[in-house]
């Protein structure tokens, strides 16, 4: 068992303080661990409903009060996206004044791709995104395992390669072939995992869809419709540019990810880290994965990438109290800056650019820019300028 003491201390704080708090992320990312970790140790009583059962699937269609209104203590709703009219019959409960119940949510798709879902419950709701696992909840020196296997607790925690090769071809085939279809989706699971696989060929690329549709022989309403579906679930992470009048041409079509890396070399056939370090995409899967172990430490929110139709890029800008930070994420042992590092850091205005990168060194580069270490991306703390003299080191928490 992996602690995830952050994700944990998050439920039980929002908990405190709202009627209803979901709990969003891919299928088998941990929720229903969590959830259940949190019930053992609330105070009163708790029962789950899980969506995924036929029976209690129907008790809520048929009567839904009984199982909400009656609950007490920790009710917590597991696979809710498979009964959206459960956030209809929660509206006038979270307002009741003898309420005795407070809800957690489980669910594996944005509300976006779940019909029937509106605003009822503004203000009503908090949210917490559950990732895939981090580095601190892996281990530093667990930084390539992590890195080939993914974040899904089971597949890390696999007993040998072999195992792993097996529980993603279970989980691909079963999140084609069940899941997607439980959302309402007709699009045929063949035609989706064909598009997926395609994509992890795409994956840290400007979103094409003309050329994914002339691979594919289909239309780009039907690629976009994929992607959305793809990113809607989880699985995909789509990365919206920057705009803002330079007096340059920018990119403004968004890049697209696959977001868990052990997901990107199932797809792409690889069977282990060696085979990685010869692979093409190696760059590009190391992009990936330390854009997601970056967001998951700095949060999603005002999340960009920045790029010139002349080349200068920038693969992720955060937006962080009014002050703007560039990172770039370089698989080097050395990473160097390069003339769109020095464009970037200016056209942007940047308080300070972080190169990522695999090795075990924090350095300056040059004048606000740092070579950093992924393992320690979570000691960032951005919140002000790093002083003038450290190398950027005043824009971090001390390390443990």
């Known amino acids: 068992m992996i602690e995830r003491s952050s994700l944990l201390a998050a439920i039980r704080v929002r908990l405190a303080e709202s009627p209803v708090v979901a709990l969003l992320g891919a299928r088998q990312v941990g929720k229903t661990t969590l959830a259940q970790q949190v019930a053992a140790a609330w105070a009163g009583p708790a029962v789950v409903l899980d969506l995924e059962r036929a029976d209690v699937r129907e008790a809520m269609r048929v009567t839904?009060?009984?199982?909400?209104?009656?609950?007490?203590?920790?009710?917590?709703?597991?696979?809710?996206?498979?009964?959206?009219?459960?956030?209809?019959?929660?509206?006038?409960?979270?307002?009741?004044?003898?309420?005795?119940?407070?809800?957690?949510?489980?669910?594996?798709?944005?509300?976006?791709?779940?019909?029937?879902?509106?605003?009822?419950?503004?203000?009503?709701?908090?949210?917490?995104?559950?990732?895939?696992?981090?580095?601190?909840?892996?281990?530093?020196?667990?930084?390539?395992?992590?890195?080939?296997?993914?974040?899904?607790?089971?597949?890390?925690?696999?007993?040998?390669?072999?195992?792993?090769?097996?529980?993603?071809?279970?989980?691909?085939?079963?999140?084609?072939?069940?899941?997607?279809?439980?959302?309402?989706?007709?699009?045929?699971?063949?035609?989706?995992?064909?598009?997926?696989?395609?994509?992890?060929?795409?994956?840290?690329?400007?979103?094409?869809?003309?050329?994914?549709?002339?691979?594919?022989?289909?239309?780009?309403?039907?690629?976009?419709?994929?992607?959305?579906?793809?990113?809607?679930?989880?699985?995909?992470?789509?990365?919206?540019?920057?705009?803002?009048?330079?007096?340059?041409?920018?990119?403004?079509?968004?890049?697209?990810?696959?977001?868990?890396?052990g997901i990107l070399h199932h797809l792409l056939g690889l069977g282990g880290m060696l085979e990685l370090q010869t692979h093409p995409r190696l760059g590009a899967s190391w992009e990936g994965f330390a854009l997601e172990q970056t967001l998951i430490a700095q949060g999603e929110r005002e999340a960009y990438f920045y790029g010139t139709q002349r080349g200068a890029e920038l693969d992720l800008l955060l937006l962080r109290r009014g002050l703007r930070w560039g990172f770039e994420f370089k698989c080097s042992e050395a990473p160097r800056t390069t003339r769109s590092m020095q464009v970037a850091l200016e056209d942007l205005r940047l308080e300070h650019l972080w190169v990522i990168y695999p090795g075990a060194l924090r350095y300056a580069l040059a004048e606000r820019i740092t070579a950093l270490p992924l393992r320690e991306i979570h000691t960032l703390e951005l919140t002000r300028p790093p002083a003038a003299g450290t190398g950027g080191l005043a824009g971090a928490r001390p390390e443990a």
């Open 64 to 261: 839904p009060e009984k199982l909400l209104g009656e609950g007490k203590g920790l009710v917590i709703v597991d696979e809710v996206q498979r009964a959206p009219e459960v956030f209809e019959r929660l509206r006038p409960l979270c307002d009741a004044p003898g309420r005795e119940a407070v809800f957690l949510l489980l669910g594996s798709a944005s509300w976006d791709l779940i019909r029937g879902v509106s605003e009822s419950l503004a203000g009503r709701i908090q949210l917490v995104d559950v990732p895939g696992l981090s580095l601190p909840e892996s281990g530093g020196a667990e930084q390539d395992r992590l890195w080939f296997r993914g974040g899904f607790p089971r597949a890390y925690l696999a007993a040998s390669g072999a195992a792993w090769e097996r529980w993603m071809e279970g989980f691909t085939r079963t999140f084609l072939e069940r899941d997607i279809p439980g959302l309402g989706s007709r699009v045929a699971p063949d035609a989706l995992g064909r598009f997926w696989r395609m994509l992890a060929h795409f994956h840290g690329q400007t979103w094409n869809a003309a050329e994914l549709a002339r691979s594919m022989d289909v239309s780009v309403t039907a690629v976009n419709h994929y992607r959305d579906l793809l990113a809607g679930t989880y699985m995909v992470r789509v990365l919206p540019p920057w705009f803002e009048n330079l007096g340059k041409r920018l990119v403004k079509s968004p890049k697209v990810y696959l977001r868990d890396s």
